[in-house]
């Protein structure tokens, strides 16, 4: 499932975009030169891209949802580090929101 949800993830952004898998079950999605509005669109693309798939194993059908956390560089933040803490704090709040949704 993580290999189907990470193509899907890789076609809906844009060519520019750098996506991987972060830990587990978390992927992150690097968006170059775009501002929050845009992180915003893309997020929810792939967010209705991943509810939208049929993945099959074992001869069973899945739904699969994601929440996402969106955040854009503050010049407060000294580190990505602090950029990362900010989106898993919109995560949470999309996790809190009742899932599959995005928060930014």
Not at 42 to 61: F, K, L, N, Q, S
Request: net charge negative.
């Amino acid at each position: 499932m993580l290999s189907q949800v990470a193509a899907c993830l890789a076609g809906q952004a844009r060519r520019e975009a750098c996506v991987g898998r972060y830990g587990g079950e978390e992927f992150a999605v690097v968006l170059p030169e775009t501002g929050l509005q845009g992180a915003l669109v893309v997020a929810e693309r792939i967010r209705a891209a991943v509810e939208a798939m049929e993945p099959e194993a074992e001869g069973r059908r899945f739904v699969i949802t994601i929440s996402a956390g969106v955040a854009q560089w503050q010049k407060s933040w000294h580190s990505v580090e602090d950029m990362i803490r900010g989106a898993d704090e919109n995560l949470y709040a999309a996790k809190d929101a009742g899932r599959n949704r995005v928060v930014g």
